[in-house]
């Protein structure tokens, strides 16, 4: 197996596989959370934090996405 392929492995294992829609609701989410946790205020560090990885994990999800669909890979093999 070659680095590339343990690499993409490990990424298949955080993101699965997912579908186009779902990864923008995750970012989505993120980006709903942040606005919440700035008109809210206060010094919550963790508030941030999470709605960081949120985003991180949508964008990531949405790269994945739209590589499999392009490739039609994954969630997209059949179409």
Do not use: N
Not at 21 to 33: D, Y
């Amino acid at each position: 197996m070659s680095d590339d392929a343990g690499g993409e492995q490990l990424w298949r294992s955080i993101v699965g596989r997912p579908a186009l829609w779902m990864a923008v609701a995750w970012t989505a989410l993120g980006v709903v959370w942040l606005v919440f946790a700035a008109v809210e205020g206060g010094d919550d560090a963790w508030r941030w934090i999470i709605g960081a990885v949120w985003i991180a994990l949508g964008v990531g999800r949405i790269a994945v996405a739209v590589w499999d669909w392009r490739h039609h890979r994954g969630r997209y093999a059949g179409r």
